[in-house]
């Protein structure tokens, strides 16, 4: 599923001209949280814009 996220992002920032971060966290029961991250640029230049 998060693959079908990522790649719906990439082309929604193809599509439209538009930079585009996704990001998710998974918490399953006995685990530590992880965390996923996908951004069609610097994720850091991204957050510091907005």
Known sequence: RKNGLFKKAYELGV??????????FEERPGHHLKLYQYCSTDINEMVQRH
């Open 15 to 24: 599509l439209c001209s538009v930079d585009v971060a996704v990001i998710i």
